[in-house]
Antibody
């Protein structure tokens, strides 16, 4: 069965960076784009970007263009999302989500809470 | 970016009620519209894709309709497990924006 398992909660100080991982299993890793979506407390989901696990190509939302990096390790079927220069507004739950045919997200990770606080 | 506007932002309903949630896009998105259900502390769950296609395993009381800019999610007979927040999301063009959500509460 398809599973996306994310790394645990993080607490960071403003200005620091955070790297969240998402381990995929139950399907052929390189066949599906992976996206990152975040959700601030009480808010709707916000798309951050995507990575093609096959070639490593990425596309980021303009809002995060200069602060986010998405990478993958095909040997372990893990994708990573690193967000730098953290500020309090980055406090949110971060999800990875598998894309189907450019249309929708059929499986999601359990979410990783990132708290940015001095 | 395409803006997605849901209405209402919240509603109260009873078990057995028929519930309708609407989603409007700021420009035409054909049928590139998905619906997700989210329960507290959990990841969103896909219900409907391509405006009207039911995701595998989702009960048939959920249905979706619409095209262009106006879309509807209908729950034909609300069940206790359906109390949650519902989000629409467009997949016509990046970024795949979400609506602000509709919280369905128990009356």
């Amino acid at each position: 069965q398809v599973q996306l398992v994310q790394s645990g909660a993080e607490v960071k100080k403003p200005g620091a960076s955070v790297k969240v991982s998402c381990e995929a299993s139950g399907y052929t890793f390189i066949n599906y784009y992976m996206h990152w979506v975040r959700q601030a407390p009480g808010q709707g989901p916000e798309w951050m970007g995507k990575i093609n696990p096959s070639g490593g190509g990425t596309s980021y939302a303009q809002k995060f263009q200069d602060r986010v990096t998405m990478t993958r390790d095909t040997s372990t079927s893990i994708v990573y999302m690193e967000l730098s220069s953290l500020r309090s507004e980055d406090t949110a739950v971060y999800y990875c989500a598998r894309e189907v045919a450019g249309l929708f997200f059929d499986f999601w990770g359990q979410g990783t809470l990132v708290t940015v606080s001095s | 970016d395409i803006q997605m506007t849901q209405s209402p932002s919240s509603l109260s309903a009873s078990v057995g009620d028929r519930v309708t949630i609407t989603c409007r896009a700021s420009q035409s998105i054909s049928t590139y519209l998905n619906w997700y259900q989210q329960k507290s502390g959990k990841a969103p769950k896909l219900l409907i894709y391509a405006a009207s296609s039911l995701q595998s395993g989702v009960p048939s009381r959920f249905s979706g309709s619409g095209s262009g800019t106006d879309f509807t999610l209908t729950i034909s007979s609300l069940q206790p497990e359906d109390f949650a927040t519902y989000y629409c999301q467009q997949s016509d063009s990046a970024p795949g924006t979400f609506g602000q959500g509709t919280q369905v509460e128990i009356k």
